[in-house]
């Protein structure tokens, strides 16, 4: 059937064909393939934004567990501690007695297997400076001691001086 055809003919038919199997090769391998590695590309960035956030959830977990450590060491190191007397002490050491205006226990509430004791302090006429050596020492206690509440007000008789009322919060695991 192909003799029958002119030579114009076959050439036409060539081209047709060749046209034919170019449209097939791009339509039907080329434009799948890209379409498949393009979708996987995407997935492997997704993935790779996965793995990323997984890794920082990972470093916060670990970073939070050696919290917990810490806290809980600190926990049982205070099973004998005395807040009164820690609160009063550093008063003292880092204030003085006359600066201690008023120490005031507050109701101990258990949380859990936790108690919390607090007490309520009020400094009067000290410097900011000995505020903050006070507010170290009770940060770097052995215990679980930690600020609950503070309040400052600068003196109108002396710009050098400070008021603070602050609550002072221990924990133990509780009886």
Do not use: C
Request: proline fraction near 2%.
């Amino acid at each position: 059937m192909i003799d029958r055809l002119s030579q114009r003919d076959r050439i036409a038919l060539a081209v047709g064909a060749v046209a034919v199997g170019f449209a097939l090769i791009w339509f039907g391998i080329y434009l799948p393939y890209r379409r498949a590695m393009n979708g996987l590309d995407s997935k492997i960035a997704s993935r790779q934004r996965q793995l990323s956030e997984v890794q920082d959830l990972r470093n916060r977990y670990l970073a939070l567990q050696q919290q917990l450590g810490q806290v809980q060491r600190r926990l049982e190191q205070g099973e004998n501690f005395a807040l009164f007397a820690f609160v009063e002490d550093l008063a003292g050491r880092y204030a003085s007695k006359e600066n201690l205006t008023n120490m005031r226990p507050q109701p101990a509430t258990s949380q859990g297997e936790y108690r919390e004791e607090s007490v309520e302090v009020r400094l009067e006429r000290i410097r900011l400076a000995q505020l903050i050596q006070l507010l170290y020492a009770i940060d770097n206690a052995q215990a679980y001691v930690k600020v609950k509440n503070l309040r400052i007000k600068p003196r109108f008789d002396d710009k050098t001086q400070i008021d603070a009322v602050m609550t002072v919060a221990s924990y133990r695991r509780g009886a």
